[in-house]
């Protein structure tokens, strides 16, 4: 039944008319409803057998564990530990039933605690719940309880060609996956994936499309995939991501990287309505070397050279509208002045491969790159995060750059990560960094960002 579901629902979106048997003579139908689940318990799964779910946001009140979002059809919840502490959350999901009598669910409670599952219409109270599930885990069985919503008592929210699904796709967190999506194409580059992206799509919503953040991969400019960010997990599922590759050094020197970037950023302007977010609400992140670029791209709207000639949308800008840079070099030409004595031949044997020559050797390209020497106070607003026991890049590139921003009147913050080095693996960005960065952006944007 779930293939026929799936086939049906893919045939309305592209127009296919299927036969009455595979449908069952039932056109799809979407509604919307807000869940209010709590739970202390250490897992919880709420399955739509037969039909589709989507989740457009969640507010959670309290938690400790993980919450997650498996498109199309579940949400989960879990813990590692037996306590009793409480999760409480608040979900409006969009919902299509192939049954058309009823929408049926599932919900699996975990053991050690009590779970309550609260179901209403969308934008309603308390007063007008269609139904509540309470479920009591005992030590030894998980409990699981099918149950059934009747049609009739929800409305109608919108038509399934709105919803824009790719059932076919693969999926992540709740995103909607496209991998590989080649940016732009150059003769003679053989690495054509280094020209490519990923995009991480939430559940459309045509009347208020999400922003969309761009990642930059590190590694020395040298070496790192897109495949690596850390977007989808710091958001949730409404900011729309797009994982970047560029080329890497020294096979391709500087500008070339903030070229790929500025034309990823064209490329993804331009397919914005496609896609489903916002062409003006561009944020970036990057880490380390992918924060020099990040930066570059966001303080280098201005500068010709930066912008380069990659791509078919030289028409569309590459500005953002807010940047969030982890411990990125910000001057090349103090850069090495940031970092203990024995890491100087190291950084500058990288810096040359980027450059393709020493800093005197090539001054211009150095002072080109460095994001600081392009500031002025047109720029967007800025979100910097170091640790400041970073041995790879100096606290103080940051808070140089700080400085300068400031300077500049360029809404800025610096975050210091005391006693935390260069490696954002051991950074805690759960509990510390991925709030501070959801905050900034919702300031940035001006509308409420996930608070998985």
């Given at each position: 039944m779930r293939l026929l579901a799936g086939l049906a629902l893919a045939a309305t979106l592209i127009g296919i008319a299927?036969?009455?048997?595979?449908?069952?003579?039932?056109?799809?139908?979407?509604y919307k409803l807000t869940l209010v689940l709590s739970t202390t318990s250490n897992h919880v799964e709420l399955h739509v057998l037969d039909g589709v779910l989507l989740v457009d946001a969640w507010r959670v009140d309290e938690k400790t564990g993980q919450m997650s979002f498996q498109a199309w059809d579940a949400i989960r919840f879990s813990k590692s530990s037996k306590s009793l502490s409480r999760m409480?959350?608040?979900?409006d999901v969009r919902v299509i039933s192939y049954d058309p009598e009823a929408l049926r669910l599932q919900l699996d409670a975990g053991t050690y605690g009590k779970t309550s599952l609260e179901i209403r219409p969308h934008g309603t109270t308390?007063?007008?719940?269609?139904?509540?599930?309470?479920q009591r885990g005992n030590d030894s069985t998980a409990e699981a309880e099918i149950f059934d919503i009747p049609l009739s008592a929800l409305s109608e929210a919108a038509a399934p060609d709105e919803m824009s699904i790719d059932v076919t796709s693969r999926t992540y967190c709740g995103y909607e996956i496209y991998r590989s999506v080649p940016y732009a194409s150059i003769p003679g580059v053989e690495k054509v994936e280094q020209m490519s992206l990923d995009l991480y799509l939430p559940p459309r919503n045509a009347e208020r499309p999400p922003p969309l953040i761009i990642w930059i991969h590190g590694g020395g400019w040298w070496k790192g995939d897109k495949g690596e960010q850390r977007a989808v997990d710091i958001f949730?599922?409404?900011?729309?991501?797009?994982?970047?590759n560029y080329r890497l050094a020294p096979d391709a020197t500087f500008p070339a990287q903030i070229h790929d970037c500025k034309a990823a950023a064209r490329w993804l302007r331009a397919h914005a309505l496609e896609y489903g977010y916002h062409p003006d609400r561009f944020g970036v992140l990057g880490e380390s070397a992918g924060a020099h670029l990040a930066l570059l791209l966001a303080l280098g709207s201005n500068e010709e050279a930066l912008e380069g000639t990659v791509g078919e949308h030289l028409d569309r800008s590459s500005a953002v509208q807010a940047a969030c840079v982890f411990a990125g070099p910000s001057d090349l030409f103090t850069y090495r002045d940031s970092v203990p004595e024995s890491m100087v031949p190291g950084l500058d044997a990288v810096v040359s491969d980027l450059l393709g020559g020493s800093l005197s050797d090539v001054p211009e390209l150095a002072d080109l790159g460095s994001p600081l020497r392009h500031v002025d106070g047109d720029d967007p607003p800025c979100l910097i995060v170091h640790g400041d026991e970073d041995k790879m890049v100096g606290l103080s590139q940051s808070n140089d750059l700080l400085d300068v921003l400031l300077e500049a009147g360029v809404p800025a913050e610096l975050h210091i990560l005391e006693g935390h080095g260069h490696c954002m693996a051991k950074w805690p960005m759960d509990t510390v960094v991925a709030p501070i960065i959801r905050s900034f952006f919702e300031q940035v944007f001006a509308s409420p960002a996930d608070n998985p």
């Open positions: 299927l036969p009455t048997s595979a449908t069952d003579a039932h056109i799809p139908v979407t409480s959350a608040s979900i308390e007063d007008t719940s269609i139904r509540t599930i309470v949730g599922s409404r900011y729309a991501v797009a994982s970047i």
